[in-house]
T-cell receptor
Framework: KNEVEQSPQNLTAQEGEFITINCSYS?????LHWLQQHPGGGIVSLFM???GKKKHGRLIATINIQEKHSSLHITASHPRDSAVYIC?????????????FGKGTKLSVKP | EAEVAQSPRYKITEKSQAVAFWCDPI?????LYWYRQILGQGPELLVQ????????DSQLPKDRFSAERLKGVDSTLKIQPAELGDSAMYLC????????????FGSGTRLTVV
């Protein structure tokens, strides 16, 4: 079983829809990251969370430490949001600072 | 805005040849990471540096891969000889340290071994 699980693996939405991507993890963490990867490969860090909720524009990220679960929400989705969204956690055990990545959620927003 | 620089952006090489990738982290970031991402998978750590020292290279295939960060600034990852299974995206990231610190990723090097 992977230490970081994301769902869904693939998601297709119509422009304007509200989107939720979920991440569950099984290790103790010091932080959780939500990352965006566009075709072509570069990764952009969207959020880093250790508790609560963060908002940036149309993106909202929440984390529940007790339940070991995080969600990424996109409001009023747009075709330019099409990308792979990756959840990654920094755990206390193992190499300090190393991230453990989920396999990503591929989002496609249709106009 | 400060960024992690990587080069080349794309590389095609023949099997058994040597290939090298370069990464320049954000100034002042002591920790540098090299990740390998196979298509459809999440990145996996190859090597982690703290300044010029290797902190973790347990997943680095040391028979063919090597990494260095001689002055604790930029870093080079080398593969010799390259194999078909090495085709992947190689990502570099840097951070200020451990704990709840932010990461910055480079744009990656897409390697294709033919």
């Amino acid at each position: 079983k992977n230490e970081v699980e994301q769902s869904p693996q693939n998601l297709t939405a119509q422009e304007g829809e509200f989107i939720t991507i979920n991440c569950s993890y099984s290790v103790g963490i010091s932080a959780l990251h939500w990352l965006q990867q566009h075709p072509g490969g570069g990764i952009v860090s969207l959020f880093m969370l250790s508790s609560g909720k963060k908002k940036h524009g149309r993106l909202i990220a929440t984390i529940n430490i007790q339940e070991k679960h995080s969600s990424l929400h996109i409001t009023a989705s747009h075709p330019r949001d099409s990308a792979v969204y990756i959840c990654a956690v920094r755990n206390y055990g193992g190499s300090q600072g190393n991230l453990i990545f989920g396999k990503g959620t591929k989002l496609s927003v249709k106009p | 805005e400060a960024e992690v620089a990587q080069s080349p952006r794309y590389k095609i090489t023949e099997k058994s040849q040597a290939v090298a990738f370069w990464c320049d982290p954000i100034s002042g970031h002591a920790t540098l990471y090299w990740y390998r991402q196979i298509l459809g998978q999440g990145p996996e750590l190859l090597v982690q540096f703290q300044d010029e020292s290797v902190v973790d290279d347990s997943q680095l295939p040391k028979d063919r891969f090597s990494a260095e960060r001689l002055k604790g600034v930029d870093s080079t990852l080398k593969i010799q000889p390259a194999e078909l299974g090495d085709s992947a995206m190689y990502l570099c990231a840097s951070s200020t340290g451990t704990g709840a610190y932010g990461y910055t990723f480079g744009s990656g090097t897409r390697l294709t071994v033919v």
